[in-house]
């Protein structure tokens, strides 16, 4: 294998003990995939923060969220045969499945990229409405002019799909709902429009015909998307042969689009490799790693509430440096620096 991630010796950068909860009697169980952004002078990530109640002996609990907003805890036996808790993630219950936490949003900032800490002074982003009573979950954070569009994955019963909000300040958000149907997640906007139109990668999956596959879709205004176009499929026995979907909004070089992105095998391994889009004609994909550029190999990565992975969302680029945020073993918040360069080189 080829890692050529160059990881921040300060790694983790951030754990569940350093996010306070945001209910008396939660816990923060994890820190996931953050969204990335320059804002004010600072870097700021924009966490997944999944929550559940303290857990009595013998019970399973975890929150929703009810129709009018507030928060709403079951509570199962755990000797009750209807109760399946083969899944760290899920909990199935007669036949009707729930998350094992409810994540929300929640920004910090940090002066240097790598000592962050909670913006209190602006507001967490919790799930709101019957399509996101499991919460909402991994934003992928896109500044076009001086908007900042967040795409996000919003979960309830009827379903995963992708959500849009946009705000100019962090204070005051517009909602523009779901912009893509279940099951769809994954979804990163192209920073600047090509041919007059806006592009986003996504991901619609199928447990039947089909699978977990990057797919690009166009628009005029963001919110209404069509031209779907399938990119990128798993490959059977190579290091994605499971899943693939998209990290952050792809990166403009002279070669091409590059794009960031994760793949899983089939022991839910999580690595890191790329793609290259031609610049007029995005849907057109030039090279692809052959090999992963960056693989759980540190103990951070390896375990934790979900072991073997390393999960992008959100990067900044200076020069020939790309920085990305990451999430490692579903657990804590970690930093990696590439050359851009160099990973244009490992692509076949």
């Not at 004010?40 to 966490?47: A, F, I, P, R, Y």
């Not at 709403?72 to 729930?98: C, G």
């Amino acid at each position: 294998m080829a890692d050529i991630a160059k990881r921040f010796a300060e790694n983790p950068l951030l754990r569940p003990s350093n996010i306070a909860p945001s209910l008396e009697g939660m816990n923060v169980e994890c820190l996931l995939n953050p969204g990335v952004f320059r804002f004010n002078d600072k870097t700021w990530l924009l966490l997944r923060v999944a929550e559940r109640p303290e857990q009595s002996p013998g019970k399973t609990s975890f929150p929703l969220i009810a129709d009018d907003g507030s928060f709403q805890i079951l509570e199962f036996d755990n000797a009750d045969p209807k109760l399946n808790l083969s899944d760290l993630r899920i909990i199935s219950y007669d036949d009707k499945d729930y998350l094992t936490t409810m994540s929300h949003l929640r920004l910090v900032a940090s002066e240097d990229g790598i000592n962050f800490s909670e913006a209190t002074s602006y507001p967490a982003m919790f799930g709101q409405g019957e399509l996101e009573t499991y919460g909402i979950e991994d934003c992928r954070v896109t500044q076009i002019g001086e908007i900042f569009y967040l795409t996000f994955t919003q979960v309830s019963a009827h379903g995963v799909g992708v959500g849009l909000r946009s705000t100019k300040d962090w204070q005051e958000f517009h909602k523009h709902g779901m912009i893509l149907p279940p099951h769809n997640k994954d979804c990163a906007i192209f920073d600047e429009r090509i041919g007059g139109k806006y592009y986003a990668l996504h991901r619609p999956s199928s447990q039947f015909i089909g699978g977990n596959y990057i797919w690009l879709a166009e628009s005029p205004d963001l919110v209404h998307w069509g031209q779907h176009r399938c990119l990128a499929h798993s490959r059977p026995g190579m290091w994605d042969c499971a899943r693939v979907g998209a990290g952050a909004a792809p990166i403009r070089t002279p070669k091409g689009w590059l794009e960031i992105y994760h793949g899983a095998d089939d022991q839910n391994r999580y690595c890191l490799g790329a793609l290259l889009l031609d610049l007029e004609q995005p849907w057109n994909v030039l090279a692809r790693s052959s090999e992963p550029i960056m693989e759980p190999i540190a103990e951070y990565e390896r375990i934790g509430f979900f072991g073997n992975v390393v999960f992008t969302n959100g990067h900044l680029v200076t020069g020939d440096v790309l920085t990305i945020y990451y999430g490692a073993s579903d657990s804590v918040i970690c930093g990696a620096r590439f050359s851009i360069e160099e990973i244009l080189q490992t692509l076949s």
